[in-house]
T-cell receptor, first 114, second 114 residues
């Protein structure tokens, strides 16, 4: 089946630093989704990407849909303590019986030191 | 928009009893909802796809008789953990899909079986 490889697995940064994480796949995705999950909560959708090459921002967050449609990047600028959490990339599976299901990356655990 | 609620947010039950978790899409209709299970610091594991008006589709290795899913309306899906055991203790999260391939997650339910 489809798999997403997300890296890095964890990051420890100082407040104010920029952060970058990425997801790669051996197969093509038509949509890339980036979620953030706070401890004890469900994931919250940050950015949705629908077009190869698309670059979308949401405040200090910027995500890009790779030209090959096999990768995506999420950048966080000027990190703050509330950016702490687990970030997941996800993409919808191909059609057939898997339609509508999401494949998730392994997650990136972000820790921000004040 | 696209708000999903879950109830209860946490529950403690005794081994051998059953627990029902509700998932509601508050401001949109969802013909498809998904149920996930998550262990600490791990990614989400899809358990089943809940389809309104028809039987749920379970992922490989998930016992359908143990995890009963009912999707009686376009805004409500329920997951019942039957004859719960301590190994069923986990964080259960539901999501509801939209036409744009995005999924919106509920806040999760922490189940502890004693």
């Amino acid at each position: 089946g489809q798999q997403l490889n997300q890296s890095p697995q964890s990051m420890f940064i100082q407040e104010g630093e920029d952060v970058s994480m990425n997801c790669t796949s051996s197969s093509i995705f038509n949509t890339w989704l980036w979620y953030k999950q706070d401890p004890g909560e469900g994931p919250v959708l940050l950015i949705a990407l629908y077009k190869a090459g698309e670059l979308t921002s949401n405040g200090r967050l910027t995500a890009q849909f790779g030209i090959t449609r096999k990768d995506s990047f999420l950048n966080i600028s000027a990190s703050i303590p509330s950016d702490v959490g687990i970030y997941f990339c996800a993409g919808p599976n191909a059609g057939g019986t898997s339609y509508g299901k999401l494949t998730f990356g392994q997650g990136t655990i972000l820790t921000v030191h004040p | 928009g696209a708000v999903v609620s879950q109830h209860p947010s946490w529950v403690i039950c005794k081994s051998g009893t059953s627990v029902k978790i509700e998932c509601r899409s508050l401001d949109f209709q969802a013909t498809t909802m998904f149920w996930y299970r998550q262990f600490p610091k791990q990614s989400l594991m899809l358990m089943a796809t809940s389809n309104e008006g028809s039987k749920a589709t379970y992922e490989q290795g998930v016992e359908k008789d143990k995890f009963l899913i009912n999707h009686a309306s376009l805004t409500l899906s329920t997951l019942t953990v039957t004859s719960a055991h301590p190994e069923d203790s986990s964080f259960y999260i539901c999501s509801a899909g939209t036409s744009g391939n995005e999924q919106y997650f509920g806040p999760g339910t922490r189940l502890t079986v004693t």
